[in-house]
């Protein structure tokens, strides 16, 4: 039978290189004393902690709209994050920022995560789907 926690030690220690922070947007507005004026209350952070960031390319295959009917192909890019088990539910609309990683390039870009994380029978580790939304590292 498999050892269910040694494979959870296993996927955080090999598969978890790197730093992520979670964010959630709480949707409500705040006084700004200086202006005035309603502003967006700043994110909360939902988790900060280790993380695996990896990329994954999705095939979409449709009929097209044209007379011949043939089929068109279209690849986008998206990205898989693993968390561990310990970590909280992550939401879709919520933004990761990677705060470190083993791929300088990753640290300082935004996703926002496209949809709710997998759940399992056999949980190891938490699988959150996510999109792009900065590719621009923050200046150091």
Request: glycine share 8%; charged share 25%; no cysteine.
């Amino acid at each position: 039978m498999l050892d269910q926690s040694g494979l959870v030690r296993f996927a955080e220690r090999h598969l978890m290189p790197d730093k992520a922070q979670v964010s959630r947007g709480s949707g409500e507005d705040m006084l700004d004393p200086a202006t005035g004026d309603l502003v967006p209350a700043p994110p909360v952070i939902v988790y900060e902690d280790k993380a695996g960031l990896y990329a994954h390319q999705e095939r979409i295959r449709s009929k097209g709209s044209g007379q011949d009917g043939a089929y068109v192909q279209e690849v986008r890019a998206g990205y898989r994050l693993l968390l561990p088990l310990e970590a909280p539910e992550v939401l879709e609309n919520d933004t990761v920022l990677i705060v470190e990683a083993r791929d300088e390039q990753a640290v300082g870009r935004t996703y926002r995560v496209s949809a709710l994380g997998e759940v399992s029978s056999f949980p190891v580790l938490r699988t959150v789907w996510l999109e792009e939304h900065n590719r621009k590292p923050v200046a150091q």
